[in-house]
């Protein structure tokens, strides 16, 4: 079955420090991927897509980079900073349907 | 602009009670999908609709579950009978149609005792 999944369940950072967030799938009949940022008490909150036909994408101080061959997403966040301390999903789209990883919690240290 | 509204925030009942989960999506959006989240299974996608018709709900774990979508404007997930098991927060979430991304609410908190 359908499997997205992270390697990182938590990642400490230094303020100021880049960081990388890893994901692993398992099955590639997907239109795109998705990432999320869920702070404490709210909901997942849509920060960046890439399609499935692309291998990188870039946004405000975020990248996301797919690799299919070996079915691996990742989510470079640059200059991080104690704002970005949040829980962090992939997301894997088919049709209407995601499928969200486990996450990986980020924590930034001033 | 008003992202997408659920209430309540926090809900807690005694087992055998009936919840009732409330969703407002965000205005124009075609898509809306409710989810259930917990330590041990992540985010699980339930059910959803398009155009107010419920499309897949093979997520939806038991009977006890039902879902509706009245109008555009507002959608419910029932739990009748509840159950601790049932104790998770659940999200609600829209979005337009064509290739865009999922916007979540805030999350109803429920707790089962």
């Known amino acids: 079955g359908e499997n997205v999944g992270l390697h990182l369940p938590t990642l400490s950072v230094q303020e100021g420090d880049n960081s990388i967030i890893n994901c692993a799938y398992s099955?590639?009949?997907?239109?795109?991927f998705i990432w999320y940022k869920q702070e404490s008490g709210k909901g997942p909150q849509f920060i960046i897509d890439?399609?499935?036909?692309?291998d990188k994408r870039q946004g405000q101080r975020v990248t996301v980079l797919l690799n299919k061959t070996v079915k691996h997403l990742s989510l470079q966040i640059a200059a991080t900073q104690p704002g970005d301390s949040a829980v962090y999903f992939c997301?894997?789209?088919?049709?209407?349907?995601?499928?969200f990883g486990g996450g990986t919690r980020v924590l930034v240290k001033p | 602009d008003a992202g997408v509204i659920q209430s309540p925030r926090h809900e807690v009942t005694e087992m055998g009670q009936e919840v009732t989960l409330r969703c407002k999506p965000i205005?124009?959006?075609?898509?809306l999908f409710w989810y259930r989240q917990t330590m041990m299974r992540g985010l699980e996608l339930l059910i959803y609709?398009?155009?107010?018709?419920?499309?897949?709900d093979s997520g939806m774990p038991e009977d006890r579950f039902s879902a509706k979508m009245p109008n555009a404007s507002f959608s419910t997930l029932k739990i009748q009978p509840s159950e601790p098991r049932d104790s998770a927060v659940y999200f609600c979430?829209?979005?337009?149609?064509?290739?865009?991304?999922?916007?979540f609410g805030d999350g109803t908190r429920l707790s089962i005792l």
């Open positions: 997301a894997k789209a088919a049709g209407n349907k995601l499928t």
């Open positions: 609709f398009n155009n107010n018709v419920p499309i897949d």
């Open positions: 890439i399609r499935s036909n692309m």
């Open positions: 099955n590639s009949a997907s239109d795109y």
């Open positions: 979430a829209s979005r337009p149609g064509g290739d865009q991304p999922q916007h």
């Open positions: 205005s124009g959006h075609d898509y």
